[in-house]
Protein backbone atom coordinates (compact mmCIF):
# COMPACT_ATOMS: atom_id res chain seq x y z
CA UNK A 1 0.00 0.00 0.00
CA UNK A 2 1.42 3.68 -1.01
CA UNK A 3 1.32 6.32 1.71
CA UNK A 4 -2.24 7.10 3.40
CA UNK A 5 -4.64 9.22 1.71
CA UNK A 6 -7.90 10.59 2.92
CA UNK A 7 -10.89 8.59 2.20
CA UNK A 8 -9.91 5.60 2.98
CA UNK A 9 -11.64 3.86 6.08
CA UNK A 10 -10.79 3.54 9.35
CA UNK A 11 -12.17 1.61 12.50
CA UNK A 12 -11.31 2.65 15.71
CA UNK A 13 -11.95 0.45 18.75
CA UNK A 14 -10.79 1.59 22.72
CA UNK A 15 -10.37 -0.91 25.53
CA UNK A 16 -10.36 0.46 29.36
CA UNK A 17 -10.65 3.85 31.03
CA UNK A 18 -13.28 7.06 30.01
CA UNK A 19 -9.25 8.36 29.50
CA UNK A 20 -8.82 6.03 26.44
CA UNK A 21 -12.79 6.86 25.19
CA UNK A 22 -12.35 9.76 24.96
CA UNK A 23 -8.59 10.44 23.43
CA UNK A 24 -10.10 7.60 20.71
CA UNK A 25 -12.61 10.15 19.74
CA UNK A 26 -10.11 12.89 19.59
CA UNK A 27 -8.90 10.35 17.36
CA UNK A 28 -11.57 10.03 14.98
CA UNK A 29 -12.80 13.37 14.95
CA UNK A 30 -9.25 14.50 13.67
CA UNK A 31 -9.41 11.57 11.44
CA UNK A 32 -12.94 12.62 9.94
CA UNK A 33 -11.66 16.51 9.38
CA UNK A 34 -9.18 15.09 6.79
CA UNK A 35 -11.59 13.32 5.12
CA UNK A 36 -11.53 9.71 6.65
CA UNK A 37 -14.97 7.34 6.72
CA UNK A 38 -14.84 6.04 10.31
CA UNK A 39 -16.51 2.24 10.20
CA UNK A 40 -16.96 -0.20 12.56
CA UNK A 41 -14.89 -2.35 13.77
CA UNK A 42 -16.33 -5.58 12.73
CA UNK A 43 -16.57 -3.86 9.19
CA UNK A 44 -13.37 -4.33 6.45
CA UNK A 45 -11.49 -1.41 6.82
CA UNK A 46 -8.47 -0.01 5.09
CA UNK A 47 -6.91 0.94 9.22
CA UNK A 48 -7.62 -0.29 12.41
CA UNK A 49 -6.53 1.43 15.67
CA UNK A 50 -7.10 -0.32 18.53
CA UNK A 51 -6.27 1.91 21.64
CA UNK A 52 -5.34 -0.61 24.26
CA UNK A 53 -5.32 -0.89 28.42
CA UNK A 54 -2.80 -2.68 30.21
CA UNK A 55 -4.39 -2.80 33.69
CA UNK A 56 -4.74 -6.38 34.12
CA UNK A 57 -3.54 -9.10 32.11
CA UNK A 58 -6.82 -9.60 31.05
CA UNK A 59 -6.93 -6.45 29.17
CA UNK A 60 -3.49 -7.55 27.67
CA UNK A 61 -4.95 -10.19 26.21
CA UNK A 62 -8.07 -8.89 24.79
CA UNK A 63 -5.54 -6.21 23.41
CA UNK A 64 -4.00 -8.91 21.12
CA UNK A 65 -7.36 -10.36 20.30
CA UNK A 66 -8.48 -7.08 18.84
CA UNK A 67 -5.11 -7.16 16.69
CA UNK A 68 -5.96 -10.47 15.59
CA UNK A 69 -9.52 -9.66 14.79
CA UNK A 70 -8.82 -6.71 12.85
CA UNK A 71 -6.18 -8.56 10.69
CA UNK A 72 -8.56 -11.28 9.96
CA UNK A 73 -11.42 -8.68 8.58
CA UNK A 74 -8.25 -7.51 6.33
CA UNK A 75 -4.72 -8.72 5.94
CA UNK A 76 -4.07 -6.08 3.77
CA UNK A 77 -5.16 -3.36 6.32
CA UNK A 78 -2.51 -1.36 8.09
CA UNK A 79 -3.04 -2.13 12.21
CA UNK A 80 -1.80 0.94 14.72
CA UNK A 81 -1.77 0.38 18.19
CA UNK A 82 -1.32 2.64 20.61
CA UNK A 83 -2.53 3.21 24.43
CA UNK A 84 -1.09 2.00 27.68
CA UNK A 85 -0.24 -1.63 26.81
CA UNK A 86 1.33 -0.21 23.14
CA UNK A 87 3.16 1.90 25.74
CA UNK A 88 4.55 0.04 27.99
CA UNK A 89 5.48 -3.21 26.21
CA UNK A 90 5.59 -2.15 22.72
CA UNK A 91 7.83 -5.03 21.59
CA UNK A 92 4.72 -7.45 22.65
CA UNK A 93 2.60 -5.98 19.82
CA UNK A 94 5.25 -5.16 16.93
CA UNK A 95 5.23 -9.11 15.98
CA UNK A 96 1.62 -9.43 15.82
CA UNK A 97 0.88 -10.00 12.09
CA UNK A 98 -0.78 -6.75 10.31
CA UNK A 99 0.77 -4.29 12.57
CA UNK A 100 1.83 -0.96 11.35
CA UNK A 101 2.98 0.90 13.95
CA UNK A 102 3.17 1.39 17.51
CA UNK A 103 2.32 4.26 19.05
CA UNK A 104 2.97 5.52 23.05
CA UNK A 105 0.03 7.14 24.79
CA UNK A 106 2.37 10.53 24.71
CA UNK A 107 2.17 10.33 20.18
CA UNK A 108 -1.10 9.25 20.62
CA UNK A 109 -2.44 12.80 19.19
CA UNK A 110 -0.15 12.62 16.54
CA UNK A 111 -1.68 9.46 14.68
CA UNK A 112 -3.48 11.43 12.25
CA UNK A 113 0.10 12.00 11.07
CA UNK A 114 1.56 8.67 11.41
CA UNK A 115 -1.49 7.35 9.16
CA UNK A 116 0.35 9.54 6.35
CA UNK A 117 3.14 8.49 6.57
CA UNK A 118 2.77 4.80 6.70
CA UNK A 119 4.24 2.51 4.01
CA UNK A 120 3.24 -1.04 3.90
CA UNK A 121 6.32 -3.20 5.13
CA UNK A 122 7.84 -0.54 7.20
CA UNK A 123 7.04 -0.61 10.67
CA UNK A 124 7.28 2.47 12.98
CA UNK A 125 7.43 2.40 16.58
CA UNK A 126 6.98 5.54 17.98
CA UNK A 127 6.85 5.42 21.86
CA UNK A 128 8.69 7.73 23.91
CA UNK A 129 9.77 7.93 27.77
CA UNK A 130 6.28 8.97 29.16
CA UNK A 131 8.02 9.96 32.50
CA UNK A 132 9.55 12.91 31.23
CA UNK A 133 6.18 14.05 29.53
CA UNK A 134 4.86 17.34 31.36
CA UNK A 135 2.52 18.64 28.93
CA UNK A 136 -0.86 17.02 28.54
CA UNK A 137 -1.97 15.75 24.57
CA UNK A 138 -4.02 18.53 22.64
CA UNK A 139 -7.15 16.15 22.42
CA UNK A 140 -10.23 18.81 21.91
CA UNK A 141 -13.43 16.72 20.98
CA UNK A 142 -15.86 19.05 19.81
CA UNK A 143 -18.74 16.44 20.07
CA UNK A 144 -19.69 12.77 20.89
CA UNK A 145 -22.03 11.74 18.04
CA UNK A 146 -23.83 8.73 19.60
CA UNK A 147 -23.96 9.60 23.19
CA UNK A 148 -26.24 12.12 25.15
CA UNK A 149 -23.51 12.27 27.78
CA UNK A 150 -20.12 13.74 26.66
CA UNK A 151 -16.14 13.00 28.48
CA UNK A 152 -13.92 15.44 29.02
CA UNK A 153 -10.60 14.23 29.92
CA UNK A 154 -9.28 17.18 31.73
CA UNK A 155 -6.24 14.79 33.89
CA UNK A 156 -3.58 13.28 32.73
CA UNK A 157 -1.35 10.82 34.30
CA UNK A 158 -0.57 9.84 38.20
CA UNK A 159 2.07 10.04 40.95
CA UNK A 160 0.49 7.97 43.52
CA UNK A 161 2.41 4.42 42.41
CA UNK A 162 -0.06 2.22 43.96
CA UNK A 163 1.93 -1.11 44.71
CA UNK A 164 -0.26 -2.84 42.33
CA UNK A 165 -0.80 -0.11 39.56
CA UNK A 166 1.04 -0.19 36.05
CA UNK A 167 -0.61 3.00 35.16
CA UNK A 168 1.94 5.53 36.44
CA UNK A 169 4.55 3.97 34.31
CA UNK A 170 2.58 3.87 30.76
CA UNK A 171 0.27 6.86 31.83
CA UNK A 172 3.35 9.11 32.79
CA UNK A 173 3.22 11.99 35.55
CA UNK A 174 0.26 13.76 36.48
CA UNK A 175 -0.80 16.52 34.05
CA UNK A 176 -3.50 19.29 33.75
CA UNK A 177 -5.52 21.21 31.27
CA UNK A 178 -5.33 24.59 31.88
CA UNK A 179 -8.63 26.44 33.21
CA UNK A 180 -9.86 28.31 30.30
CA UNK A 181 -9.00 24.90 28.29
CA UNK A 182 -11.65 23.27 30.25
CA UNK A 183 -14.07 26.22 30.42
CA UNK A 184 -13.93 26.64 26.41
CA UNK A 185 -14.22 22.64 25.83
CA UNK A 186 -17.19 22.23 28.57
CA UNK A 187 -18.90 25.30 26.48
CA UNK A 188 -18.22 23.78 22.81
CA UNK A 189 -19.44 20.36 24.26
CA UNK A 190 -22.87 22.15 25.81
CA UNK A 191 -23.42 24.06 22.51
CA UNK A 192 -22.95 20.50 20.48
CA UNK A 193 -26.14 19.92 22.79
CA UNK A 194 -24.67 17.70 25.26
CA UNK A 195 -26.60 17.93 28.63
CA UNK A 196 -24.34 16.33 30.55
CA UNK A 197 -20.30 16.08 30.79
CA UNK A 198 -18.32 13.87 32.91
CA UNK A 199 -14.79 15.13 33.91
CA UNK A 200 -12.34 11.99 33.57
CA UNK A 201 -8.76 11.85 34.42
CA UNK A 202 -6.17 9.33 35.89
CA UNK A 203 -6.34 10.85 39.47
CA UNK A 204 -8.52 13.18 38.84
CA UNK A 205 -8.44 14.56 42.77
CA UNK A 206 -5.08 16.22 42.15
CA UNK A 207 -6.36 18.61 39.40
CA UNK A 208 -4.31 21.80 38.96
CA UNK A 209 -1.49 20.76 41.42
CA UNK A 210 0.54 20.66 38.65
CA UNK A 211 -0.28 24.47 36.62
CA UNK A 212 1.40 27.38 37.01
CA UNK A 213 -0.30 28.86 39.36
CA UNK A 214 -1.23 26.11 40.74
CA UNK A 215 -5.50 25.38 41.13
CA UNK A 216 -7.50 22.73 42.54
CA UNK A 217 -10.27 20.33 41.14
CA UNK A 218 -12.85 22.41 43.59
CA UNK A 219 -11.75 25.86 42.28
CA UNK A 220 -12.61 24.52 39.02
CA UNK A 221 -16.02 22.91 39.42
CA UNK A 222 -17.03 26.43 41.06
CA UNK A 223 -15.62 28.18 37.84
CA UNK A 224 -17.47 25.69 35.57
CA UNK A 225 -20.81 26.81 37.45
CA UNK A 226 -20.67 29.82 37.06
CA UNK A 227 -19.69 29.66 33.28
CA UNK A 228 -23.48 28.38 33.47
CA UNK A 229 -22.62 26.29 29.75
CA UNK A 230 -23.63 22.85 30.77
CA UNK A 231 -26.79 21.41 32.95
CA UNK A 232 -25.45 18.46 34.62
CA UNK A 233 -21.75 17.83 35.44
CA UNK A 234 -20.65 14.14 36.78
CA UNK A 235 -17.03 12.63 38.49
CA UNK A 236 -16.10 10.01 36.89
CA UNK A 237 -13.83 8.98 39.85
CA UNK A 238 -11.64 10.68 42.87
CA UNK A 239 -9.65 9.15 46.12
CA UNK A 240 -11.40 9.17 49.46
CA UNK A 241 -8.26 11.46 50.76
CA UNK A 242 -9.56 14.18 47.90
CA UNK A 243 -13.27 14.70 49.07
CA UNK A 244 -12.58 17.33 51.87
CA UNK A 245 -15.44 18.75 53.77
CA UNK A 246 -15.53 21.97 51.26
CA UNK A 247 -16.00 19.67 48.24
CA UNK A 248 -18.85 17.65 49.90
CA UNK A 249 -20.33 21.30 51.12
CA UNK A 250 -20.19 22.24 47.23
CA UNK A 251 -21.56 19.30 45.67
CA UNK A 252 -24.86 19.43 48.12
CA UNK A 253 -25.42 22.76 46.87
CA UNK A 254 -24.17 22.91 43.41
CA UNK A 255 -26.98 23.17 40.73
CA UNK A 256 -25.40 20.90 38.14
CA UNK A 257 -22.99 18.60 39.96
CA UNK A 258 -24.85 15.06 40.09
CA UNK A 259 -25.05 13.69 43.58
CA UNK A 260 -22.98 10.92 42.48
CA UNK A 261 -19.79 10.02 43.12
CA UNK A 262 -17.27 7.02 42.26
CA UNK A 263 -14.72 6.28 45.24
CA UNK A 264 -12.10 3.57 44.81
CA UNK A 265 -11.96 1.32 48.28
CA UNK A 266 -9.78 -1.57 46.78
CA UNK A 267 -10.11 -3.68 50.19
CA UNK A 268 -11.65 -3.22 53.40
CA UNK A 269 -8.87 -5.25 55.13
CA UNK A 270 -6.19 -2.56 56.21
CA UNK A 271 -3.67 -4.91 56.39
CA UNK A 272 -3.93 -5.35 52.31
CA UNK A 273 -4.45 -1.81 52.28
CA UNK A 274 -1.04 -1.08 53.72
CA UNK A 275 0.41 -3.57 51.64
CA UNK A 276 -1.42 -2.30 48.26
CA UNK A 277 0.18 1.05 49.53
CA UNK A 278 -3.04 3.17 49.43
CA UNK A 279 -2.93 5.83 51.85
CA UNK A 280 -6.28 5.50 54.10
CA UNK A 281 -7.64 2.88 56.54
CA UNK A 282 -11.23 1.48 56.57
CA UNK A 283 -11.71 3.49 59.32
CA UNK A 284 -11.08 6.84 57.28
CA UNK A 285 -12.73 5.13 54.18
CA UNK A 286 -16.39 4.71 56.53
CA UNK A 287 -16.27 7.93 57.78
CA UNK A 288 -15.61 9.34 54.40
CA UNK A 289 -19.03 7.62 53.33
CA UNK A 290 -21.37 8.12 56.61
CA UNK A 291 -20.39 12.19 56.29
CA UNK A 292 -21.18 11.91 52.63
CA UNK A 293 -24.50 10.50 53.02
CA UNK A 294 -25.53 13.15 56.36
CA UNK A 295 -24.76 15.97 53.99
CA UNK A 296 -26.00 14.52 50.81
CA UNK A 297 -28.74 12.01 51.88
CA UNK A 298 -29.29 10.63 47.86
CA UNK A 299 -25.70 10.64 47.02
CA UNK A 300 -25.08 7.51 44.72
CA UNK A 301 -21.67 6.24 46.44
CA UNK A 302 -19.50 3.61 44.25
CA UNK A 303 -16.44 1.29 45.05
CA UNK A 304 -14.09 -0.21 43.02
CA UNK A 305 -12.61 -3.39 45.19
CA UNK A 306 -9.66 -6.14 44.18
CA UNK A 307 -9.54 -9.38 45.57
CA UNK A 308 -7.06 -11.74 45.60
CA UNK A 309 -4.48 -9.08 46.30
CA UNK A 310 -0.93 -11.20 47.60
CA UNK A 311 -1.66 -11.79 51.55
CA UNK A 312 -5.24 -11.62 50.76
CA UNK A 313 -5.98 -14.55 53.50
CA UNK A 314 -9.69 -16.06 54.72
CA UNK A 315 -9.28 -13.28 56.70
CA UNK A 316 -8.59 -10.75 55.00
CA UNK A 317 -11.31 -11.60 52.33
CA UNK A 318 -13.71 -12.06 55.46
CA UNK A 319 -13.27 -8.22 56.42
CA UNK A 320 -13.82 -7.14 52.78
CA UNK A 321 -16.67 -8.36 52.86
CA UNK A 322 -17.99 -7.40 56.37
CA UNK A 323 -17.04 -3.89 56.20
CA UNK A 324 -18.70 -3.39 52.73
CA UNK A 325 -21.72 -5.17 54.08
CA UNK A 326 -21.68 -2.27 56.67
CA UNK A 327 -21.28 0.38 54.27
CA UNK A 328 -24.21 1.82 52.57
CA UNK A 329 -22.79 1.84 49.14
CA UNK A 330 -24.70 1.84 45.75
CA UNK A 331 -22.60 -0.12 43.71
CA UNK A 332 -19.58 -2.17 43.54
CA UNK A 333 -17.22 -2.70 40.68
CA UNK A 334 -15.40 -5.94 41.55
CA UNK A 335 -12.08 -7.38 39.74
CA UNK A 336 -9.23 -10.08 40.33
CA UNK A 337 -6.03 -8.56 40.89
CA UNK A 338 -3.78 -9.08 38.05
CA UNK A 339 0.60 -9.41 39.01
CA UNK A 340 1.77 -6.45 36.26
CA UNK A 341 5.46 -6.40 35.76
CA UNK A 342 7.40 -3.79 37.04
CA UNK A 343 4.75 -3.07 39.96
CA UNK A 344 6.01 -3.82 43.56
CA UNK A 345 3.35 -6.25 44.58
CA UNK A 346 4.92 -8.94 41.93
CA UNK A 347 7.74 -9.56 44.47
CA UNK A 348 5.09 -9.89 46.93
CA UNK A 349 4.51 -13.50 48.35
CA UNK A 350 1.37 -15.08 49.23
CA UNK A 351 -0.26 -15.53 45.96
CA UNK A 352 -4.08 -16.09 45.19
CA UNK A 353 -4.97 -19.37 43.35
CA UNK A 354 -6.95 -18.00 40.43
CA UNK A 355 -9.93 -20.15 41.04
CA UNK A 356 -9.92 -18.82 44.68
CA UNK A 357 -10.26 -15.00 42.88
CA UNK A 358 -12.68 -16.35 40.73
CA UNK A 359 -14.89 -17.62 43.77
CA UNK A 360 -14.20 -14.09 45.74
CA UNK A 361 -15.42 -11.86 42.92
CA UNK A 362 -18.53 -13.81 42.43
CA UNK A 363 -18.99 -13.29 46.03
CA UNK A 364 -18.51 -9.53 45.89
CA UNK A 365 -20.60 -9.36 42.93
CA UNK A 366 -23.52 -10.44 44.47
CA UNK A 367 -23.46 -8.35 47.48
CA UNK A 368 -22.71 -5.43 45.03
CA UNK A 369 -26.24 -6.78 43.32
CA UNK A 370 -27.55 -6.45 46.38
CA UNK A 371 -26.48 -2.82 47.52
CA UNK A 372 -27.70 -1.73 43.81
CA UNK A 373 -31.11 -3.39 44.32
CA UNK A 374 -31.13 -1.93 47.57
CA UNK A 375 -30.15 1.38 46.68
CA UNK A 376 -32.69 1.58 43.80
CA UNK A 377 -35.42 0.70 46.14
CA UNK A 378 -35.13 3.78 47.94
CA UNK A 379 -36.22 5.90 45.16
CA UNK A 380 -39.48 3.84 44.84
CA UNK A 381 -42.52 6.49 44.61
CA UNK A 382 -40.34 9.79 44.10
CA UNK A 383 -39.38 12.03 41.43
CA UNK A 384 -36.19 11.22 39.94
CA UNK A 385 -34.38 14.08 36.97
CA UNK A 386 -33.19 11.54 34.83
CA UNK A 387 -31.13 12.66 31.43
CA UNK A 388 -32.91 9.83 28.62
CA UNK A 389 -30.36 8.56 25.82
CA UNK A 390 -30.86 7.48 22.26
CA UNK A 391 -30.85 4.44 22.44
CA UNK A 392 -33.62 2.06 23.75
CA UNK A 393 -33.44 -0.82 26.69
CA UNK A 394 -31.92 -3.67 24.63
CA UNK A 395 -34.22 -5.98 26.61
CA UNK A 396 -37.43 -4.43 27.10
CA UNK A 397 -37.49 -2.06 24.03
CA UNK A 398 -38.40 1.10 26.48
CA UNK A 399 -36.50 4.79 26.87
CA UNK A 400 -34.17 4.22 29.20
CA UNK A 401 -32.01 6.87 30.89
CA UNK A 402 -29.99 7.81 34.09
CA UNK A 403 -31.03 9.96 37.02
CA UNK A 404 -28.56 12.03 38.73
CA UNK A 405 -28.06 9.66 41.32
CA UNK A 406 -26.82 7.16 38.58
CA UNK A 407 -29.76 4.97 38.67
CA UNK A 408 -30.88 3.29 35.58
CA UNK A 409 -34.39 4.19 34.56
CA UNK A 410 -36.77 3.06 32.00
CA UNK A 411 -39.95 5.18 30.74
CA UNK A 412 -42.93 2.49 30.92
CA UNK A 413 -45.03 4.68 28.64
CA UNK A 414 -44.72 4.82 24.64
CA UNK A 415 -43.99 8.31 24.20
CA UNK A 416 -42.64 9.96 21.86
CA UNK A 417 -38.69 10.00 21.47
CA UNK A 418 -37.75 11.44 24.55
CA UNK A 419 -33.89 11.42 23.82
CA UNK A 420 -31.67 14.11 24.54
CA UNK A 421 -34.13 15.32 27.15
CA UNK A 422 -34.10 16.25 30.73
CA UNK A 423 -37.38 14.46 32.07
CA UNK A 424 -39.02 14.18 35.50
CA UNK A 425 -39.94 10.29 36.22
CA UNK A 426 -41.86 9.17 38.84
CA UNK A 427 -40.42 5.61 39.76
CA UNK A 428 -42.65 2.70 40.36
CA UNK A 429 -41.43 -0.31 40.50
CA UNK A 430 -37.77 -1.56 40.83
CA UNK A 431 -36.23 -4.87 38.34
CA UNK A 432 -32.85 -5.61 39.33
CA UNK A 433 -31.45 -2.57 40.21
CA UNK A 434 -33.06 -0.34 37.76
CA UNK A 435 -36.17 1.60 38.22
CA UNK A 436 -39.23 1.87 35.96
CA UNK A 437 -41.13 4.70 35.78
CA UNK A 438 -43.86 7.40 34.08
CA UNK A 439 -43.18 10.76 33.67
CA UNK A 440 -44.75 13.68 35.55
CA UNK A 441 -46.90 15.69 33.07
CA UNK A 442 -45.77 18.89 32.14
CA UNK A 443 -47.23 21.70 33.45
Known sequence: MSKMETNHRVAVTTLGCKVNQYESAGI???????????????????????????????????????????????????????????????????????????????????????????????????????????????????????????????????????????????????????????????????????????LSGIHLGVYGEDLSPPTSLLTLLKKIEENKTVERLRLSSIEPTEVTDEMISHIRDSKIICPHLHIPLQSGDDKILSLMKRDYDTKLFGDLIEKLLNVIPDIALGIDVMVGFPGEGKKEFANTVAFIEEIPVAYLH??????????????????????????????????????????????????????????????????????????PVLITENTASLANNIVDIIADKRDGGKLLGRKIADG
Do not use: W
Not at 105 to 134: F, S
Not at 373 to 389: D, N, Q, T
Open 334 to 407: VFPYSKRPGTRSSALPGEVAEDVKKERAKILRMLGERKRAAFAERFIGKSLSVLIEGKKDRDTGLQKGFSENYI
Open 28 to 198: IEKLAGRGFINVPFSNSADIYIINTCTVTARTDYQSRQLIRKAYRNNPEASIIVTGCYAQRAPGDLSGLPGVAAVVGNAEKENIPDIIRNIVKGEQQILVGAIGHVRNISGFAVTRFPEHTRAFLRIQDGCNSFCSYCIIPYSRGRSRSLPEKDVLDRIGILGKAGHREIV
